[in-house]
Every structure is written in C-alpha cells, then in structure tokens.
C-alpha cells in the first residue's frame, strides 16, 4: 500500500524511566543527545506522570517540539520501590499531526511491558542495553517505509505501522483525466489488483475516464472506482480533458517555477529527453505568462516558436505536440488552471432535446456534456452559437 505521510516525520524517540534515587530520568535516545537537560526538565513531569495517568496518551507541544508517550507501570516486590516506571516518547516538529503515532506509542509501551514481564527484559542489563539500537530501528523504519518490524528476543517481536488519516478523494467523473503525479514506472512494482492492472496502462495523462473504460475493455463503474483508489494513495491527480481550443489562466503560483529549483528541475526531466540540450525555463515561463482570456493553446503554438529554445517537441514537424506537455505539467502543478465553458438554457423551446434542458443548467461544464452527449466540441459549439437561448458562462 502506498503511503501519504510524509518523510522523517519522527525526529527522535527516547526511552524514560522512573530512577529509585534520581527520580525521572532519560535512560536511552536516538538520536543521541537530542533531549537536553533543560527540555527534559519542562517536560519530566508529562513523560513520568501521576499513577492516574498511566496507560493514557499523553501528547506536548513545548519549545517547538510535539511529544507522544503513554507512561506505563509494572507492580512487582522484585522492584526496588514495588513498581517499574518508564515511559517511550516520540518526539515530532510542534507543526506535525502526530495522531497517526498515538497508537504506535500506546502499542510499543504494550510490547515492552509483556515483555518486561515474561523474561525481564527492561530490568536485565544484558538485554536492555539493545534499547537504543531498537529505538533506532524503530525511528528509521516508519520515517522511510510507514512501519518496523524489530525482534526484542526469542519470543517478542515488535510491529508497527503508522496509520495516516487521508482527505476523501473527489467523486471521479467520466470526463476527469487521470495522470500519474510521478513517473508511472514508480507504480509498477506494487501488487496490484487484477482491475488495477488493466487500468494503468491506459493512464497516459490525456485519456478521459470513459475513454479509458473503453480501451481497457473495463466497465465505466469499476474504472471510476478504480480511479478513486488511486487518487487516494496519491498515485494520480485528475486534471481536465486537454484540447487546443482550450484557455487556461496562470495561478498565483507561476512565479515559483522561477524560483524553485526542485519544480524547475521536475519540468526538465517531464519535458525533455537525455541527451537534448538544457530546457530554458525561462521559455516555459513567458509561454505561461502568455495565457488568459480568449488565449487558446492553439493561439500560444502559433505566437511562440519554441524550437529556439532548445525545447523536445516530441514530434518532428508538430509544435503544438509540445504544447500538450508544456500545458500538462502546468496544471499537473497548480501552475495553471483550465477556464470551463458552463452553457446555460435561458429559455426552453420546442425545438430543445431532453439533454439540452437536463445539462445545460450552468452547473455542467462543455467537457462533461461532450462526454455525455458523444458531441465532440467543435460541433457542440456550433450548436451554441446558433441558439439565441443559451448563454455560455466561463469560470
């Protein structure tokens, strides 16, 4: 299963016990030396609370730092004041949502307990002194793979992994384009579902749900379901059908392809092949920059000759097959945005089909009427222009 969350979101782990004569104290950590003394004094009372608080999660934000634990406790006469009082903390940046860790913690402190009491693990030096290390292994496995699975002995194995909470992904429509958010080579080595399967080779970032449905030889339903799955691990975003009649508008977030190198260097490796000569980033910004109202694709292939600039346009003798990449990357990336055309019935007449009164109510866009109808757009907007009763709204 692919994962949301984001990397090295675990800054560090430690483990806490209540000392017979020191009182509370910071035993072991990873990494090392990241709690001071100081930080540790804030918190102590929080990491090593009063009995009423044992076995709850107990969650701090203190000096820019969110910290986890659940304090857990071990009666016993064996133990010099009756009980065995630690806790093991996670610590996060005080900005991270450490819900998802909540049960981890709980469950880790779960797993020492058992095995603190079953063969003394906590109390013998020989083997407590491996803490630090499974700490470690701990920390590194859920910030790089979502989980751990770590052996405390012979008969205690640990495994965890973090839950993340994802938004619900958007309804999919039949004319919504799914496109890879990275290189759809990235997608392959996962074991995916036979319905999965057949869809992924038809996503090529232009083809509409429908269209994929029939290439894929899939009914429309399951590639609509299909498609959600994915949007929801974050595998494709959905991105509106590209035409050369289209018009899109630049976002406020076009001047970050000036300024951020990781976005420029993601725009190279989309747009060009090994071996060309370097993108001119600068050319794809004016090429944005151009575009607004009453500014077609077909418009920005005409004004712009971009083969001066050292850019693929992955076909010979067509321009405007570029366009569809350069147009591509833009709204993949929030650096533009399509501009809909929305028709609106004024007035029902005689000679208006059922469709016309039940989609042209401003609420569905020209793409999902073509999608729905089978009009391609050329003659779905011969037919607007030449009924006085319908308005067309752009947004």
Not at 6 to 13: L, N, P, R, S
Not at 112 to 139: M, Q
Not at 247 to 263: E, F, H, N, Q
Request: aromatic content about 10%.
């Amino acid at each position: 299963m692919l994962s949301a969350k984001k990397k090295d979101e675990v800054k560090a782990i430690f483990f806490s016990e209540f000392h017979p004569q020191a009182g509370p104290i910071v035993s072991y950590q990873v990494p090392d030396n990241f709690i001071s003394r100081d930080l540790f004094d804030v918190v102590s009372v929080y990491v090593i609370p009063k009995p009423s608080l044992y076995g709850k999660i107990i969650t701090v934000n203190v000096l820019g730092h969110g910290m986890v634990g659940c304090p857990s406790s071990i009666s016993n006469k064996k133990y010099e004041r009756n009980a065995l009082i630690f806790n093991v903390v996670f610590v996060f940046d005080s900005k991270c949502d450490t819900q998802p860790y909540e049960a981890i913690v709980k469950k880790l402190c779960k797993y020492f307990t058992d095995a603190e009491v079953e063969s003394s693990f906590l109390s013998n030096e020989t083997s407590r002194a491996r803490i630090p290390d499974i700490l470690s292994d701990i920390k590194d496995g859920l910030n790089d793979h979502g989980g751990a699975c770590v052996t405390l002995d012979d008969t205690h194995t640990i495994y965890l992994t973090t839950l993340h909470h994802l938004a619900d992904p958007p309804a999919v429509a039949d004319h919504h384009v799914p496109i890879f958010c990275n290189s759809s080579d990235d997608v392959q080595g996962y074991s995916w579902d036979l319905m999965v399967q057949q869809v992924l080779p038809h996503i090529d970032g232009f083809s509409h749900v429908a269209c994929i449905a029939a290439k894929a030889n899939v009914d429309i339903t399951l590639v609509r379901l299909c498609v959600q799955h994915l949007v929801y691990f974050g595998v494709v975003k959905l991105i509106p059908i590209f035409q050369y009649s289209n018009v899109y508008l630049p976002t406020p977030r076009l001047g970050t392809i000036l300024s951020d190198s990781a976005l420029q260097e993601k725009c190279r490796k989309f747009m060009t092949k090994p071996g060309d000569p370097e993108l001119a980033i600068s050319a794809v910004f004016t090429a944005y920059a151009g575009l607004g109202p009453g500014v077609t694709v077909r418009d920005l292939c005409c004004r712009h000759d971009m083969t001066q600039h050292h850019i693929d346009e992955r076909c010979v003798c067509a321009l405007a097959w570029w366009c569809r990449y350069l147009i591509q990357f833009g709204v993949l990336h929030g650096l533009l945005r399509r501009l809909h055309k929305y028709p609106t019935l004024l007035a029902e007449g005689d000679n208006h089909e059922p469709w016309m009164i039940r989609l042209m109510t401003g609420r569905h866009c020209e793409d999902e009427i073509c999608c729905v109808t089978g009009y391609s757009q050329p003659e779905l907007d011969a037919l607007l222009e030449e009924d006085p009763h319908i308005a067309v709204c752009w947004k």
